[in-house]
């Protein structure tokens, strides 16, 4: 899943920013939504890249919530599926399924000769 985030504010005195996040290919536009402060004292401030995955991991909990909000549209209400595997049987029918994120990212790393 692809997030966009915009900072709309930074409060360097307390180490915040103020945030607004929401899925890449979401329905409403990012200004939409609620901006959210967010302490940047443990993300990663090596460089922009670093930056921008450490706080899109650190939100993106958010994405979650936002999308549990969503109504669901009645073409995309889900059915029970249990039992033998039958293929055929599932043809046509709207299945859910959770999706694992990987827990990859951008890692800092320094030179070392040994």
Same mark, same amino acid.
């Given at each position: +899943?692809?997030?966009?985030?915009?900072? !709309?504010?930074?409060?360097?005195?307390?180490?915040?920013?103020?945030?607004?996040?929401?899925?890449?290919?979401?329905?409403?536009?990012?200004? &939409?939504?609620?901006?959210? $402060?967010?302490?940047? %004292?443990?993300? @990663?401030?090596?460089?922009?890249?670093?930056?921008?995955?450490?706080?899109? $991991?650190?939100?993106?909990? $958010?994405?979650? +919530?936002? &999308?549990?909000?969503?109504?669901? =549209? #009645?073409?995309? =209400?889900?059915?029970?599926?249990?039992?033998?595997?039958? =293929? @055929?049987?599932?043809?046509?029918?709207? =299945?859910?399924?959770? !999706? &694992? %994120?990987?827990? %990859?990212?951008?890692? #800092? +790393? %320094? $030179? !070392?000769?040994?």
């Amino acid at each position: +899943m692809k997030t966009i985030i915009k900072i !709309v504010r930074h409060q360097p005195e307390s180490n915040c920013v103020s945030v607004k996040i929401c899925r890449l290919h979401s329905h409403k536009s990012i200004n &939409d939504y609620t901006s959210k $402060r967010v302490d940047y %004292r443990g993300l @990663d401030l090596t460089n922009n890249e670093t930056f921008v995955d450490s706080l899109s $991991r650190k939100c993106s909990f $958010r994405i979650e +919530m936002q &999308d549990e909000k969503e109504d669901i =549209i #009645a073409d995309n =209400i889900p059915e029970d599926v249990s039992g033998e595997l039958d =293929i @055929d049987s599932l043809i046509g029918k709207v =299945i859910t399924s959770d !999706v &694992d %994120r990987s827990t %990859r990212g951008i890692l #800092a +790393m %320094r $030179r !070392v000769n040994l």
